[in-house]
Structure formats: structure tokens, C-alpha cells
């Protein structure tokens, strides 16, 4: 299977051939924003698929904010084109997880903590944590996952 960035640049080959500019121009942006990140450190890197989910997210979350900025400003060609992008770019993102899928989630890790012999409370927050970040990464607010563990140990 391809890694998110083979998959971006397999697409802009698409793109370009099937005409749709946004997309392109979108793509190629991306792609431009991640190789900087590679490049940007004493040592390049190489980002692997959970960093560039990670930067598609905050992509699309910058697109998203510019479109609500343009069209308080009454520019509803360029909100629109900006939200244009931000589909585009959230086509690459994994689908999101649904609060009850974090919770059941969550409610594995909690049994998984108890079947080892511990009993899970406050203190076991971090053990807990650890399984279901790793698990949900990119796919549900961390914040709102926090808020859920939370209120499942107390």
C-alpha cells in the first residue's frame, strides 16, 4: 500500500489529466508545504504517515479559518475556494472516529488495564492514554479523548 505522500504525488498526475485545477493546485501546495517540512531542520527527515496526517490536518484547519475570515468579510468567491481546498485536503485524512467508537475504545483499554491486575483510577490515567492516543491519532480531538478517559476512571 502507498504512503500518503506517494498517494499525493501519484494524484497530481491525476489531476493535471483529469483538469481539475483546484485539486492540482491544492495537491501541489501540500506537497511543497511538506517537503519544506523535511528540509526545514540541520538534517533532513523524511515524515512518515502519522506526521503527515498531522500536517494535512493543520492544512485543512488553516483553510477552514480562512474561509470564515473571507466570508465575514463578504469575499464568498474566496471562502469558498479556500473550503474548495480543505476538502480536497481532508480527502487524505482518515475517516474520523465517532464518540462512541472512542469510547468503546477507551473502555478496551480500561478492561486490558484490569485484566493485568491493576485497578484503574486517576493515577492509571497515562497507562490508559497511551493505547487509545495511539489507536485514535488524527481521527478524534485529543482533548475530547482526555475528557472521556477522564470521566470513565473517576
Known sequence: MPTLKER?????????????????????????EIETREKS???P?????????????KEASK???TAEIYATAGEDDRAAAEVAEAEVIEAYLPAPLTRED???????AIAALAADGT????????????????EVAGRF?????????????A
Do not use: F
Open 8 to 32: 499525493l504525488q501519484a494524484d497530481v498526475v491525476t489531476h493535471m489529466k483529469s483538469g481539475n485545477k483546484t485539486a492540482l493546485i491544492t495537491v501541489r501546495n501540500v506537497l511543497g
Open 41 to 43: 531542520g540541520k538534517e
Open 45 to 57: 527527515v523524511t515524515l512518515d504517515d502519522a506526521q503527515l496526517t498531522s500536517l494535512l490536518q
Open 63 to 65: 483553510r477552514r479559518e
Open 102 to 108: 472512542v469510547e468503546k475504545i477507551v473502555d478496551d
Open 119 to 134: 485497578e484503574p483510577t486517576m493515577r492509571q490515567m497515562g497507562q490508559v492514554m497511551k493505547p487509545v492516543t495511539a
Open 141 to 153: 480531538d485529543g482533548k475530547a479523548v482526555s475528557e472521556i478517559v477522564r470521566a470513565k476512571l
